[in-house]
């Protein structure tokens, strides 16, 4: 998964939190034993857990998004939805597509049927054309 | 996300996709160049795998544009690696290209031949019977093809190259034949049902400039070939509706002039749908066309489309 | 228009993954939390399957731009209910550990 720098923000908020309310509670808990205090928990600690719990799912949700590709050409190239990918074939092609390619790429270019002899002369030739 | 795995990730897409084998000049240079630069400044970002997947980049790309110095020190340092590995197909076919490229083209025949058991290996050995000054004398380069099919019939990428040697050579139906053997294993492959219908296509004009009558059952016979490659491009669309090479062959068919001679036979109902239809594909392709492919572009690409 | 929809399965596999992910995350927050809370025997199953749910509709409403079709071939199912015992295992992990550490009196 991608981390990117707003992820990382979020999680550090959200462990602090449930770090401090952990402590909080370790306090409590303590005293209440010593002083033969016997009431719930504070509604402040309680709040604090419950928001840094949805700040961390939050940050794991931030996580997920996409990336961009970059295409052949050199162009970056984001996907039309921000987190999940399409499932339906004809969307889900059009990315591979605008990078200039496609899942179907082995059967076009067939490496192992290269022609190098071919392939080197053309380069030679192109070499010999732009000097 | 940031620029390194960018690039890391289209390198290796280049790698695995084999784009490579189909690059221009230029491309080949400025691939050449931007990965010297990748391997130099940013190793440490890689996994040993995606090191070596992109070592063998560099060297396709070093033997392509003739750099054989090159070529040679990546291909040592892939043999230190894996060369001890006796059963290695991969690292035996860098090999041979390496030989082949260096006009030791005996050596490579030997070393490709020395397991019949090693397929990749033998599918290497056929393009060897190809005639590389006339790339339409390939009788024997399909001879060896087809021997090779009996032997791998689900080798997909074989039957591909069969397809396209017999489109070289005009044998249309036989190369619908071979991509249609692609679809049975593989039906959504797309640029695929681009290729049937583009032979189909070719078929066609083939058909046509031969036609001496206008016989009507001629005229039918005909526009089945017309309306099989204007199927097969649909098909491609459905599955990917971005695949403007498909949309423009749609855009041809439904206005060639063929289908002037067609509207006198609308009492055959195959024909009157397709003529009904026509109207309606090329209205609808016009737009796409307009919206996938830049005006500069689209003379360029129609040229392609020519029977040769 | 009635029609078969070609379903892409690598994109198919890559949503589970990323719904795994956020649920992993997820029920393991949860956990630390039930423990912060000392929750004891129901309370903190209930607290489990709410926050989970609370989870999943924010994965729900966020991730999914309000197009689900797009994006899970059965989206309630596969969002909703898919994940939600294969967590509950990391959840009781971290729930007892941390309830342990903020109990402990020494």
Redesign the interface.
Known sequence: ??T?SSTAAFYVV?LLL?IH??YS??EF??LS?VSHYHGS?PID??LE??I???I??????T??SN??????K?E?INSR??????????????VI??????D?????????????????R??????GQST | MSDITLLKNKLLLVASSGAFANFSPEQVKEYNDELEHFLLVSTDSLDSIELFNLYELEFYLALISKNDIKAKSVLDRLLDQFGSNKKSQRIKLLQSLFLEATGERDQATKLLEKNPDEMLLSRRLTTFSRNNDDEKDNEDYIYNLIFYLDLQPSDLVTWAELGDEYSKIGHYDKAIFSFKEILLQDPYAYPVFYKVALNYYYNFLQEEKNLKTERKDKLVELSELLINARDNALRCIEICDVYAKSWLLIYIISTHKFNEKLSKLDSVKEIKDYLVTNERLRKLSEIKISELIPEDERANVLAQLQLK | MARDIIYYNPSIDANKQKLQHVQDIASLALGVGAGVLTLESAYGFIFYFVGLTVANFLFYSICCENQPKKFFVKPLQDVYLAGIFTNIAGYIMMWCLVYALVKSSS
């Open positions: 998964m991608a990117n959200g449930l309310s952990g509670s370790f808990h303590k034993i928990l600690i309680v857990t419950v840094a719990i949805i961390i799912v939050i940050g794991a949700i996580s997920v990336t961009p590709v970059l295409s052949l050199g970056q939805s921000k987190f999940l990918k399409f499932i339906e074939m004809k969307d889900a092609v059009t597509e605008s990078i200039g390619l496609s179907y790429e082995e059967l076009n270019t067939r490496v192992g049927f290269i022609n190098i002899i071919k392939k080197r053309e380069y030679s030739e192109w070499l």
